[in-house]
């Protein structure tokens, strides 16, 4: 009796140790092998950390070069097309015009481009090209990668780090208007000023260099450009002993100027060739002056390959001739700032300071027959 009832209860285990493993099976599932080959889900260990995901790749880096300028702006927008027609142009003649790229900005935006530029990993941002754009720059105290500015500031404000400046500054031009008149020892200049403040930069750049160099303090007669007061100027003048004059008014009036000064010999920045008239020409007979290479010498051999717009002006042409050589200034910047930059260019002899500064010398030139001369010998 006792054996007929430990078989009736293990007979009713065994049923009901069934029924619980059917209500744990979904109703409808089916066990199904994997086919041959398939892949088998192996369960991790407890203790096993999670599976990593796949890393995003890096987005590739853009071209090493940007050129940043005002391209959308009112105010300057031609002059900056000038800049970048240069410098693509001296980067297609080097067969590396994948290596730029040109980021416009407008009036107000210029810090924007500056982001946008080294987010793209870009190693050399070519810009600002309008100095209160560099201000701007500076004041917003970005982590700038090496820069090379298209203008410069006119105080004592300190570049941020890796920011080189390489400008058409009319100061260039005083500088070598007073290296060459002490080189021919002349003794007493006068200065025949205007009243902008781009010829009052250029005259007082002119009598700190020149002073520097042990020149006497010029003489400075201010230009009233009326009937009575050319015929003052041309009193004034007469009372003074001097072998070189300094012209230092603006292209239309440096003609008039000219007329009423002694015959000795003149100086002008490069403002004085404005493409004058044959009667402006005439008047501008034998006056020296400083200008670019590209204007100077257009017929040299260094620019046989590259393309020459017929710009509407003078000032346009500088401009691209600036574009042609920041270019060149900016593929020896990009693997490192370079410990020694020199060159002869479309602008004149650039060379790095110890300043962070990349300084231009323009070309010595004269008026002759209403013709621009180099004053000396092509280099």
Known sequence: M?????????????????????????????????????????????????PSLPLPQPRPPGP???????????????????????????????????????????????VAAFDQ???????????????????????????????IALNQLDDATTLPPRVYTFALAIESDAR??????????????AIIGGETPLMKRFAHAFTGEWILLGGNLPQSLALVPTQDGLRALRRDLAKLNVDAILIAVDGPDAALVRTFAPRVTAWASGQVNQRPGPAAA???????????????????????????????????????????????????FVEAP?????????????????????????????FRSGAIVPLDGGR
Not at 176 to 189: D, F, G, K, P, S
């Open 2 to 50: 006792f054996s007929s009832t430990l078989r009736s209860l293990a007979g009713a285990l065994a049923l009901t140790f069934a029924a619980f493993c059917a209500a744990q099976a979904p109703a409808t599932s089916t066990f199904e092998p994997p086919p041959p080959g398939a892949p088998v889900a192996v369960p991790l260990p407890p203790d096993a950390p999670p």
């Open 338 to 366: 370079p410990d020694r930059l020199v060159f002869d260019g479309a602008t004149g002899r650039v060379e790095l300071s110890d300043a962070r500064q990349i300084a231009r010398e323009g070309r010595l030139a004269t």
């Open 282 to 332: 005439r008047d501008l007979e034998d006056v020296r002056f400083v200008d670019v290479s590209w204007i100077v010498a257009p017929e040299s051999a260094a620019f046989a390959k590259l393309p020459r717009p017929d710009y509407a002006s003078a000032a346009l042409d500088r401009l691209y001739a600036l574009g042609l050589d920041a270019y060149r200034v900016a593929e020896a």
């Open 176 to 189: 070598t208007i007073a290296l060459r008149m002490h080189a021919e020892n002349v003794q007493n200049v």
């Open 117 to 147: 530029a080294r987010e793209g990993g870009a190693r050399v941002v070519v810009g600002p090209l309008v100095r209160d754009d560099l201000r701007a720059l500076i004041a917003a105290d970005r982590d700038l990668p090496v820069t």
């Open 64 to 110: 090493p070069i940007a050129l940043v300028l005002p391209l959308t702006s009112p105010d300057y927008a031609r002059a900056a097309e000038a800049v970048r027609d240069g410098f693509l142009a001296a980067a297609e003649a080097a067969g590396a015009k994948a290596r730029v790229t040109v980021i416009p900005h407008g009036n107000d935006n210029v």
